[in-house]
């Protein structure tokens, strides 16, 4: 038995859907912890692109389990239109389970995202406007609703009564129109229904799973820098992306957590707002953009572009107890003279070593770069690490040695053959 973490060890948009996809090929049950459809999580298979948002990547495998977790919030029209896409473009897909505490997001819950953001004018978060905060505000305000209450009789008056406390809201407070609550019951009537078989008690499966010795993938979306609680607050998501979520999203004790893997790109890509100090300008910026495809899965926003902070980094490995790195994307910068990497911040005459929870402290940070030969030369064909180009591996031993975390597997490409193996995750 194997139970495996992967985290987003950035801002997110590392790759996590690629290397999940990888990993589930040698996993039996894949989990997804948190969140919500403002994670994208892109799956090149063949000629096939995919884009999943709110459905494990272990899903093309028809032999697997794929669980959404209770750290979730789901919003049931986007989870048929994906299920729904997926069986349309014949993927003969794994079984899916939903969490009965997993909680459901409404329609009102997007516009509120949405009010909230205008309301905040140069303030905003640059939210993914899906209505994954209000949907989490609920829960944690204790009148969320669960996807098991669905199953039960009377959801419907209390759907309405939370639409009703919302329209007060977006009233009085943003000068927006509300809902007709009975328009959303009837919204969410055919839902309920359709989820009803996937509905299920998935800590009390997953424990089972784990005694019968299965391999366990739980795969985590946004990234450690998202985190609401370890994150570049207020500039993060309203879940706990870190590994620390994975045992309360999924009902699983930590003591069953065998490895933590983060995921990292080669370089760092962030979107929405917020301090960025290895942030790229100009064409530099642009350069890194156009090559590595940065533009959001979910919103379709140009990414912000910057160099490696492995300032940034071994916090995440600190946050996360990551035992293993797999970095991706490195035939992104195979054109390059020379890469960075950046070490440390330099503050007014002060050199800081360690990530700041302060945005204040942050954003007047100047990175203390490496600078490093680059390989100029094509990695994306390479699938053994003795193959990569002498300065590539170079990169890469620096990451593992100033991070104090070895690297893994490596990916050059978006494809599932392109990866090199290190070392076996399962
Ligand atoms: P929210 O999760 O939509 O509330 O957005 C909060 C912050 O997280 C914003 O900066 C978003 O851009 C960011 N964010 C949310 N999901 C993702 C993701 O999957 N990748 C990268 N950034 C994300």
Same mark, same amino acid.
């Given at each position: 038995m194997?139970?495996?973490?992967i985290?987003?060890?950035?801002?997110?948009?590392?790759?996590?859907?690629?290397?999940?996809?990888?990993?589930?090929?040698?996993?039996?049950?894949?989990?997804?912890?948190?969140?919500?459809?403002?994670?994208?999580?892109?799956?090149?298979?063949?000629?096939?692109e995919?884009?999943?948002?709110?459905?494990?990547?272990?899903?093309?495998?028809?032999?697997?389990?794929?669980?959404?977790?209770?750290?979730l919030?789901?919003?049931?029209?986007? *989870?048929?239109?994906?299920?729904?896409?997926?069986?349309?473009?014949?993927?003969?897909?794994?079984?899916?389970?939903?969490s009965?505490?997993?909680?459901?997001? *409404?329609?009102?819950?997007?516009?509120?995202?949405?009010?909230?953001?205008?309301?905040?004018?140069?303030?905003k978060?640059?939210?993914?406007?899906?209505?994954? !905060?209000?949907?989490?505000?609920?829960?944690?305000?204790?009148?969320?609703?669960?996807?098991?209450?669905l199953?039960?009789?009377g959801?419907?008056?209390?759907?309405?009564?939370?639409?009703?406390?919302?329209?007060?809201?977006?009233?009085?407070?943003?000068?927006?129109?509300?809902?007709?609550?009975?328009?959303?019951?009837?919204? *969410?009537?055919?839902?309920?229904?359709?989820?009803?078989?996937?509905?299920?008690?998935?800590?009390?499966?997953?424990?089972?799973?784990?005694?019968?010795?299965?391999?366990?993938?739980?795969?985590?979306?946004q990234?450690t820098?998202?985190?609401?609680?370890?994150?570049?607050?207020?500039?993060?998501?309203?879940s706990?992306?870190a590994?620390?979520g994975?045992?309360?999203?999924?009902?699983?004790?930590?003591?069953?957590?065998?490895?933590?893997l983060?995921?990292?790109?080669?370089?760092?890509?962030?979107?929405?707002?917020?301090?960025?100090?290895?942030?790229?300008?100009?064409?530099?910026?642009?350069?890194?953009?156009?090559?590595?495809?940065?533009?959001?899965?979910?919103?379709?926003?140009?990414?912000?572009?910057?160099?490696?902070?492995?300032?940034?980094?071994?916090?995440?490995?600190?946050?996360?107890?990551?035992?293993?790195?797999?970095?991706?994307?490195?035939?992104?910068?195979?054109?390059?003279?020379?890469?960075?990497?950046?070490?440390?911040?330099?503050r007014?005459?002060?050199?800081l070593?360690?990530?700041?929870?302060?945005?204040?402290?942050?954003?007047?940070?100047?990175?203390?770069?490496?600078?490093?030969?680059?390989?100029?030369?094509?990695?994306?064909?390479?699938?053994?690490?003795?193959?990569?180009?002498?300065?590539?591996?170079?990169? *890469?031993?620096?990451?593992?040695?100033?991070?104090g975390?070895?690297?893994v597997?490596?990916?050059? !490409?978006?494809d599932?053959?392109?990866?090199?193996?290190?070392?076996?995750?399962f």
């Open positions: 194997s139970c495996v973490v985290v987003g060890a950035q801002w997110g948009d590392e790759g996590k859907g690629k290397v999940t996809d990888y990993l589930a090929s040698r996993a039996d049950v894949v989990v997804r912890y948190q969140g919500g459809n403002n994670a994208g999580h892109t799956v090149v298979i063949g000629s096939q995919f884009r999943l948002h709110l459905i494990p990547s272990g899903i093309f495998y028809p032999d697997k389990v794929c669980i959404i977790g209770n750290g919030v789901v919003d049931p029209e986007v *989870l048929f239109q994906e299920l729904d896409g997926l069986l349309a473009r014949g993927v003969k897909n794994g079984r899916l389970c939903i009965d505490r997993a909680h459901i997001l *409404l329609p009102c819950h997007k516009r509120l995202d949405e009010a909230q953001e205008d309301a905040r004018g140069n303030q978060i640059g939210t993914t406007r899906r209505g994954i !905060g209000p949907a989490y505000v609920d829960k944690v305000s204790r009148v969320g609703l669960r996807t098991g209450e199953l039960e009789p959801w419907e008056d209390y759907v309405s009564q939370l639409v009703e406390q919302k329209n007060a809201v977006f009233e009085k407070l943003y000068g927006v129109p509300g809902f007709d609550p009975a328009e959303i019951v009837v919204w *969410l009537k055919p839902y309920a229904e359709r989820m009803r078989p996937f509905i299920t008690d998935t800590s009390l499966l997953l424990s089972r799973y784990l005694a019968e010795g299965r391999h366990v993938l739980f795969e985590g979306a990234g820098l998202l985190d609401l609680d370890h994150g570049t607050y207020p500039f993060v998501t309203a706990s992306p590994a620390g994975a045992c309360t999203g999924s009902g699983v004790g930590p003591t069953a957590i065998d490895r933590v983060g995921v990292c790109k080669a370089y760092l890509t962030r979107v929405g707002e917020g301090p960025f100090p290895t942030e790229l300008m100009g064409v530099d910026c642009e350069d890194l953009r156009q090559r590595g495809m940065e533009f959001g899965t979910t919103t379709g926003r140009p990414r912000r572009c910057g160099w490696l902070d492995l300032v940034m980094l071994r916090y995440a490995a600190r946050i996360n107890g990551l035992s293993g790195l797999i970095i991706t994307k490195l035939d992104v910068l195979d054109h390059m003279p020379k890469v960075r990497l950046c070490t440390a911040y330099r007014g005459g002060e050199v070593k360690e990530f700041p929870a302060s945005l204040r402290v942050l954003r007047e940070c100047e990175p203390v770069y490496e600078e490093l030969d680059g390989w100029q030369q094509d990695t994306s064909g390479i699938r053994r690490y003795e193959d990569l180009p002498e300065a590539a591996r170079r990169y *890469l031993q620096r990451i593992s040695e100033i991070t975390v070895p690297v597997m490596v990916s050059v !490409g978006p599932r053959e392109q990866t090199i193996v290190l070392q076996e995750v």
